[in-house]
């Protein structure tokens, strides 16, 4: 696999996420090595805990917003349909076409029975901060930061970051990231409760091998048998549905002015300007009738 590569180290199975061209953002088909590698490891009955990591100094940036701002693989998008039904596809279009696979992956991660852990040594933004969150342990190197970064190009969130960050650190802070954005710093994401332990980068990989070596040589059945009821109790029952629905809210907005406005201004290296949100509408939210002209006594 080109961008993903899966190794094995005794009973450890190792997902390291290898794009640095992309900042280790996922296209399509790195998205779909990223399933790949997910399911074999946690399905194979040899592999006792699974590391997932990125690049030394580079973990995640989520969706690669110069693949779909390109448009996105039309052979991928459009082998459902015949050549002359397709049509331009548009940026939600080619979200789904990438977090189809990632958003398999996480669900695979939180019903695997045996421990995922995450070893962040870089920036985990937007999707790369979700995935790490769906791991059951998180340690970060010093040199790691982690950031929501969905609302500078005007998204909603997926990757399950709106599903684990309440559950994870309570509503109050999960509202602080998702609309103030802070770059949380390594050990702020530990006080947080979003990161297990910090270590300094030149020892991160020894450090990150000897909990993974020590959850190997644990008792695999009472922990696939605790990780399920853990689940159970805080609701993952109903991560699927969940990720749906982040899926559906984010491609809805994707097809947007605001996220047509993020998006510019991601790649001009300059602020967005949302300015007023005409037009908004949903599903949810159905427009309201024009308020009479206010008299002025």
């Known amino acids: 696999m080109p961008h993903i590569r899966m190794q094995r180290a005794g009973r450890v199975g190792l997902i390291t996420i290898d794009r640095p061209g992309r900042f280790n953002a996922l296209d399509v088909r790195t998205a779909q090595e990223f399933r790949q590698a997910g399911l074999q490891l946690a399905r194979d009955e040899a592999i006792r805990v699974v590391v997932l990591r ?3 100094g580079m973990f995640c940036s989520g969706a690669d917003l110069k693949f779909i701002r390109d448009g996105g693989d039309a052979d991928d998008l459009g082998y459902l349909a015949p050549e002359s039904t397709r049509t331009a596809a548009r940026f939600g279009d080619v979200f789904k076409q990438i977090l189809e696979y990632i958003h398999s992956t996480i669900s695979e991660i939180r019903r695997a029975p045996k ?6 040594d870089g920036i985990a933004a937007a999707g790369g901060f979700g995935i790490a969150m769906s791991c059951d342990l ?12 969905y609302g500078k190009t005007g998204l909603t969130g997926a990757e399950s970051s709106t599903f684990l960050l309440p559950r994870l650190i309570g509503l109050r802070r999960a509202m602080e990231l998702m609309l103030l954005n802070p770059r949380l710093s390594a050990e702020q994401a530990r006080e947080y409760g979003l990161v297990t332990a ?7 990989d020894d450090e990150v ?11 695999p059945r009472a922990f696939a048998i605790a990780k399920e009821l853990l689940n159970q109790a805080a609701g993952m029952d109903s991560l699927d549905a969940h990720l749906d629905r982040e899926l559906e809210e984010l491609s809805r907005v994707a097809d947007g002015a605001e996220f047509a406005e993020g998006l ?9 300007c949302f300015g007023e949100r005409e037009g908004f509408s949903h599903p949810a939210f159905p427009a309201l009738p024009a308020l009479p002209a206010r008299q002025v006594w």
Request: charged residues 25%; positive net charge; glycine residues 4%.
């Open 209 to 219: 091998m000897a909990v993974a070596n020590r959850l190997a040589d644990g008792p």
């Open 115 to 120: 421990p995922f852990v995450a070893a962040v």
């Open 138 to 149: 998180v340690f970060a190197s010093t040199r790691a930061s982690f950031e929501w970064a």
């Open 198 to 204: 910090v270590w300094d980068p030149d020892r991160f």
């Open 54 to 56: 990125g690049l030394p």
């Open 264 to 272: 510019a201004a991601f790649f001009e290296k300059r602020r967005p």
